[in-house]
């Protein structure tokens, strides 16, 4: 088999220090299927034009040596050349929202002959709250919400979390009682906030609500799975008096241990995500009011946690998961006898 060229399509100014994206790379880079690795930004002005609608052939960008790391200001992205992606045998996916899923549509569409990790029509089917709808049997209960007066009929059930179709990172997440809805951790009687909840259907036409779970103060915990594999998981705890996770909401990470509940969501969840031409995903539990851990979240696009499941078991999970990239790159590969 021959070696591959691989584009890394990004956003240098979404990384952090602890991005998992260059360990990640230098390692892919070390395989013996790599020929080389080249990095494109979406926040290089020459980039502008295929970010905005993905039918340009021409990205700007740099061949990945052993000088790539992260820098407060994006040094390392500055300068490079003018690659066409045609060039590339695959592409690997590494950017956050907001992309939409008509760029990812155009994306598998125009460069239909390059293998996609992961593939941009599977992110649009799983990375969607709709899919979990079909595990409601690991999952907080939940329904899918048109209007306001169904948001209504579930939280006179009990607690509901509204979460929008396509949300992502916690962003959006609304939380509805009997007496009072709170937007992200801003409080309001029902009466006073129902009119701001209604235009939250006028913006978006569904949104999930699945049922509050007292036990988020015992913290969500993301576990990491990639070709099937689960490489490790890291549990975020909310802020003092915060009901949010997310470490974009002011979480804090740490480590955790994966229990048999969890080996068998991923067992259950993974050939569907592996049908889809997803090969690295999270995804998200919460403890119900049994103790058990239950599915509350699936993460497809760009999925963060591996540095710090790295760090927090000691084991090799950058270099694990690298392998089990070019597994799947291998197998498809061979497929269309590339």
């Not at 399509?9 to 991005?19: I, N, R, S, V, Y």
């Not at 490489?231 to 009901?243: F, K, Y």
């Amino acid at each position: 088999m021959k070696k591959l060229d691989v584009l890394v399509l990004t956003d240098h100014t979404t990384h952090g220090k602890g991005e998992s994206i260059y360990r990640l790379l230098q390692s892919m880079g070390e395989n013996e299927l790599c020929l080389s690795l080249f990095i494109v930004s979406r926040s290089n002005e020459e980039n502008k034009a295929f970010f905005d609608d993905v039918t340009s052939n021409d990205v700007h960008g740099k061949y990945i040596d052993k000088n790539f790391c992260y820098t407060e200001h994006g040094d390392w992205y500055k300068g490079g050349i003018r690659k066409k992606v045609s060039e590339f045998d695959v592409i690997f996916l590494r950017v956050d929202r907001p992309v939409s899923d008509n760029q990812l549509l155009t994306l598998k569409s125009t460069f239909s002959a390059q293998i996609i990790v992961n593939d941009p029509v599977g992110i649009i089917e799983t990375g969607s709250k709709k899919f979990l709808l079909q595990f409601k049997e690991l999952c907080p209960e939940m329904a899918l919400c048109k209007s306001i007066e169904d948001v209504e009929r579930e939280a006179d059930k009990y607690q509901v979390v509204l979460k929008p179709i396509n949300g992502y990172g916690g962003e959006g997440l609304i939380r509805v009682s009997k007496d009072y809805i709170w937007f992200q951790e801003n409080r309001e009687t029902r009466a006073s906030g129902r009119t701001r909840l209604i235009r939250q259907f006028e913006n978006s036409e569904e949104m999930l609500a699945m049922r509050f779970l007292k036990n988020v103060t015992k913290g969500d915990k993301r576990v990491i799975v990639v070709g099937e594999k689960i490489l490790g998981s890291t549990l975020r705890m909310p802020a003092n008096d915060s009901w949010l996770c997310n470490l974009k909401q002011g979480g804090k990470a740490s480590f955790s241990e994966v229990t048999e509940r969890e080996k068998q969501i991923a067992e259950t969840i993974s050939p569907a995500l592996q049908k889809n031409g997803v090969v690295i995903f999270g995804f998200d539990t919460l403890e119900d009011d049994y103790g058990e851990r239950v599915l509350s979240e699936i993460n497809t696009l760009n999925v963060g946690g591996l540095i710090q499941a790295q760090e927090f078991s000691g084991q090799p999970v950058v270099e694990q998961a690298s392998n089990q990239i070019w597994q799947y790159i291998k197998e498809i590969s061979k497929r269309n006898h590339v």
